[in-house]
């Protein structure tokens, strides 16, 4: 058949456009996603290794990805969030707990996303942020210009807006809240590709943060139906069963890439903050589940507490085809590492981690260093050689006491320790070199700021109080069950000026409409989702708040929402701390508060 001149001329712009469109792919700069995915281990995935999960889609990706298999993390979230996020080690910046106040990332810090930010790049973040609820360190402020989270390290902890439990939750958009419908990851992927698909044309760098599978382990009924016949414990079946969603979300997300012609320009990442959380564990004197050999899980100094999977595929920059790189690296190296990828221009910042771009494209790359420092604290301020692993190569110095070879003792089974005193000597001089290091700052927390039009009113809570012992209520049945908030605590704030601030301080979040001494019902469980505790009902008489030398006392009237103080306060840092006191006088910590500057001028 014979084509008509105006057809002829219709293909012939056709093939000129999709040149055109080839080209344009070619010079713009990739797109990056990072999948992170919470308390899932090394062990919790087919292509590990499991016998039992089921994981089709993540087991595909890894046969076609690269993959870093001794890649290491923090042994617990927010560490390890801290230090992928700036390539500065968790105890540098400021975040060497999950709660305290020391999982607030220092204002001082610059994140991945600033640096894509600062160079063109759309910047987002879907599900978990656990670096900052409060300015100036929540994710805006750490430059992603578009935010959907829940608060604090998980869906319904204790800054989390009220009653949150997977299912059709209220989370902050941008800020401010706002009503979803669907299971939580359902929603961190299905917003994620909406976003991908209106910013298609621009560079984009897509953090899609899930609070799965972390406890309370909540699943869609179809999730757990697939492991339900499975012999191991019930937990282990939600568990499992968020990971199989998890799952079925990344092959969601991929289609949507092909579908836009994205998926050989965009460099995806999947990996996990530590180790398994409920994935190994002995129930009734037997072990079930899979941790890959190794010893430890999440908040462990050994292996199994900070050795993670980590994939990643970028077609277009020829990092793809099913490759192990054995070196040993780590979150620390995945900020240089993409600043080199996608030609960013960094700022001169004082980096622990290192370029690894050249091992992601190149069989024939090699790269040492020295060592890899990770540790736990968890406690207000860090203690040297606390749950701490010193990694050279395949060598581990474990609380600086245990030395273990893994190339040929990967379960850490045979201390070394007397039989190579040089080695322990060599690995501790690192260790004190790292710590003299890091130190520096140990004695100064994160501060909130309060008055500033970034945030105004600005509402914290008792998950970052400051407590000796960081024993203070962190979720939201915590608060039901009024475990009580000891006293003694206190948030480092700044007032970013001189003016007349409201404080308003509650036993219940403000949006549940609460009375402070209210009770509340809870839920019962079900086979697939947890108990929502029942919320005592508290007699609660005073309130006092103390911020620097100012203390005020008020009563607390029958049917208060919450008690309001009011003073002129002037610019600059000091500490904030609050209590109520009940009929038998015993002084319990105050749990929500709520801090709006209401003008300039002093009254």
């Known amino acids: 058949m014979k084509l ?100 607030i990332l220092r204002e001082k810090e610059v994140t991945m996303a600033n640096v894509f930010q600062n160079n063109g790049y759309e910047t987002a973040l879907f599900g978990k942020w656990h670096l900052g609820d409060s300015y100036p360190s929540r994710p805006q402020d750490k430059g992603f210009k578009h935010v959907l989270l829940h608060g604090g390290g998980g869906v319904g902890q204790t800054p989390d807006y009220w009653g949150n439990d997977y299912f059709d939750d209220t989370y902050l958009e ?25 910013n298609k044309d621009n560079p984009f760098f897509c953090y899609i943060s899930t609070n799965a599978p972390h406890h ?45 012609k994205l998926d050989k320009n965009t460099i995806v990442i999947f990996m996990t903050d530590n180790g398994t959380a409920a994935g190994y564990k002995e129930v009734g004197g037997k072990m079930y589940g899979y941790n890959a050999n190794m010893k430890g899980t999440k908040n462990s100094e050994y292996e199994g507490g900070h050795r993670v999977p980590f994939f990643i595929s970028y077609p277009a920059g020829k990092i793809s085809g099913g490759r192990d790189v054995n070196t040993m690296l780590a979150h620390l190296d995945i900020l240089p590492s993409l600043a080199t990828i996608c030609k960013l221009e960094m700022p001169k910042l004082d980096l622990d981690g290192s370029d ?95 008055g500033s039009e970034k945030q105004n009113p600005l509402e914290i809570t008792c998950h970052d109080e400051h407590i000796h012992d960081s024993k203070i209520p962190w979720n939201q049945n915590f608060i039901r069950e009024s475990k009580l908030n000891p006293i003694g605590g206190e948030f480092t704030i700044e007032f970013e000026r001189d003016g007349v601030y409201e404080i308003e301080v509650s036993r219940w979040p403000f949006e549940s409409g609460l009375n402070i001494n209210e009770g509340v019902d809870g839920k019962k469980a079900t086979t697939f989702i947890d108990e929502v505790a029942e919320g005592k ?47 038998n006088k015993k002084e319990v910590g105050t749990f929500y508060f709520k801090i709006t500057r209401i003008s300039d001028l002093k009254v």
């Open 216 to 260: 309370p382990y909540n699943v869609p009924q179809e999730y757990y139906n697939k492991y339900k016949n499975e012999a191991v414990p019930e937990e282990l079946k939600k568990f499992y069963g968020m990971i199989s969603n998890v799952d079925d979300n990344f092959k969601l997300l991929q289609d949507k890439l092909k579908q836009l």
């Open 174 to 198: 941008n800020g401010v809240p706002r009503k979803v419908n669907g299971y939580c990851t359902d929603v961190w992927f299905d917003e994620a590709m909406k976003y991908i698909e209106k």
């Open 356 to 450: 690894i771009s050249s091992l992601l494209a190149n069989n024939d790359a090699v790269y040492q260093r020295d060592y890899l420092i990770t540790d736990s604290q968890r406690v207000q301020e860090p203690i040297k050689w606390r749950k701490s692993a010193v990694m050279s190569d395949k060598m581990r110095l474990v609380n600086g006491a245990e030395l273990y070879d893994i190339s040929t003792d990967p379960g850490q089974n045979k201390d070394l320790a007397a039989q190579f005193p040089e080695v322990v000597a060599k690995m501790r001089g690192y260790y004190d070199e790292w710590w003299s290091s890091v130190s520096t700052e140990f004695n100064q927390f994160p501060v909130i700021i309060v």
């Open 537 to 583: 009902a508290m007699d609660f008489k005073k309130a006092v708040i103390k911020i620097g030398g100012w203390t005020e006392e008020k009563p607390v009237q029958a049917n208060a929402k919450s008690i309001l103080f009011k003073g002129n306060f002037t610019k600059g840092k000091t500490s904030l701390s609050s209590w109520f006191i009940d009929a």
């Open 4 to 103: 008509n001149n105006i057809t002829k001329m219709l293909l012939c712009l056709s093939m000129i456009l999709g040149m055109q469109t080839v080209e344009a792919q070619k010079d713009k700069k990739p797109n990056v996603i990072i999948v992170i995915t919470d308390d899932q281990g090394y062990g919790d995935l087919g292509c590990t290794g499991n016998p039992i999960i089921k994981t089709p889609n993540l087991d595909k990706f890894y046969e076609q990805s690269v993959r870093l298999t001794d890649f290491h993390v923090g042994p617990t979230c927010a560490p390890s969030r801290s230090g992928l996020m700036t390539g500065r080690y968790a105890n540098r910046v400021g975040v060497w707990h999950t709660i305290g106040g020391v999982s």
